[in-house]
């Protein structure tokens, strides 16, 4: 891997812990459940950034199939809620 590729994926990680901790804190104190929702979409796609990135840092494909996995799960998550927060059940 090229110092310059190296350089840019370590700065790339660390920039996205910065937006989960932002994402934390909105996850934390927001004031209402809709923004709650949306911080957790929010880190549950910066979590699959993540996992692509290290994906490419240590050139394995066991990482493409975990961002895959994590990005199905937040789906029906994000799904679920959204459902619980319209009408106050999730099965019908």
Same mark, same amino acid.
């Given at each position: 891997m090229s110092? %310059?590729?190296s350089l840019a994926i370590t700065i790339t990680l660390g920039l996205y812990a910065v937006a989960m901790g932002i994402g934390l804190v909105r996850l934390m104190r927001g004031p209402s459940a809709q923004d709650r929702v949306?911080? %957790?979409?929010f880190l549950y796609i910066v979590g699959m950034l993540v996992m692509l990135v290290l994906a490419i840092r240590y050139d394995s494909?066991?990482?493409f199939e975990g961002a895959f996995l994590m990005v199905l799960f937040g789906f029906v998550g994000s799904l679920a809620m959204a459902k619980f927060l319209l009408r106050g059940e999730v099965i019908e």
């Open positions: 110092p %310059l590729l949306l911080a %957790l979409d494909s066991m990482y």
